[in-house]
């Protein structure tokens, strides 16, 4: 028999949420407060790893970067969709196995269609 949640049980929850929230306002308020205000030329000026600034800032640069960047995602995303098969293989069964194949099929003509368009060759 299955029971049923009543907003009571989700007390805690809300109760977690609200002492988290109330950590982060606290925290940001007493930092604001507390910490020093000194502005000088070095602390006010653009801070890249160290690096001197060169050139300008909004110079542009080759798409292959975002590229590769969109495509880790794409398949990195993917590999997501692999724990709930993985969690439930015995229950899904030969059907499951069929799915995931086919899935996996997809995804490796996709991964052939970016190499035969070299989109990952950066010469």
Known sequence: METQSVPVDFLPIVFQIIV???FVV???IATHFLGP???TA???ATFEAGVKIVGNARQP???KYFLVAILFVLFDV???FMYPWA???REL?????????????????GFIYVLKKKALDWN
């Open 87 to 89: 969690v439930n293989f």
């Open 37 to 39: 205000k000194r502005k």
């Open 78 to 80: 993917e590999v997501i």
């Open 26 to 28: 606290v925290t940001l």
């Open 61 to 63: 640069f080759s798409i």
């Open 20 to 22: 988290a929230l109330g």
């Open 93 to 109: 069964g030969m059907a499951g196995m069929v799915e995931m194949f086919i899935f996996m099929g997809t995804l490796l003509l």
């Open 42 to 44: 070095d602390k006010l």
